[in-house]
């Protein structure tokens, strides 16, 4: 492979556990797979400035929906609920920062394609 991004395409592999456990949230994880369409792409300096800005912004809103379950969770009545929230909120955070930094890098490499980078 061109590009070491492609290898986090091998973390789709963790999605065929859902068919051992049974565990329907283990199939998000087949959306990894995207990742190995990268795998011919030719690294450049403008293709890791987009990757750059691309985890920016998934950072950016995995602390910001971390930091909110984290805050609200605490703050319910019931135990089972504060739990349920902190971890569901802690899920959400590492999904939505996936689908950022997946959709973001897509979003910029559309752009660089259309000769309108920046």
């Given at each position: 492979m061109k590009?070491?991004?492609?290898?986090?395409?091998?973390?789709?592999?963790?999605?065929?556990?859902?068919?051992?456990?049974?565990?329907?949230?283990?199939?998000?994880?087949?959306?990894?797979?995207?990742?190995?369409?990268?795998?011919?792409?030719?690294?450049?300096?403008?293709?890791?400035?987009?990757?750059?800005?691309?985890?920016?912004?998934?950072?950016?809103?995995?602390?910001?929906?971390?930091?909110?379950?984290?805050?609200?969770g605490p703050v319910m009545p019931e135990d089972d609920l504060a739990l349920t929230i902190t971890l569901g909120g802690l899920a959400l955070a590492y999904s939505f920062g996936i689908m950022v930094f997946a959709l973001g890098l897509a979003y910029y490499e559309h752009k660089e394609k259309k000769g309108n980078a920046q």
């Open positions: 590009n070491k991004l492609a290898y986090l395409g091998f973390l789709g592999l963790v999605g065929i556990g859902g068919f051992i456990t049974g565990d329907l949230l283990m199939f998000s994880f087949f959306a990894f797979f995207v990742f190995f369409t990268y795998a011919n792409v030719v690294p450049d300096e403008l293709f890791w400035e987009n990757v750059k800005r691309a985890a920016l912004r998934a950072f950016i809103v995995q602390m910001v929906v971390s930091s909110i379950a984290v805050a609200v």
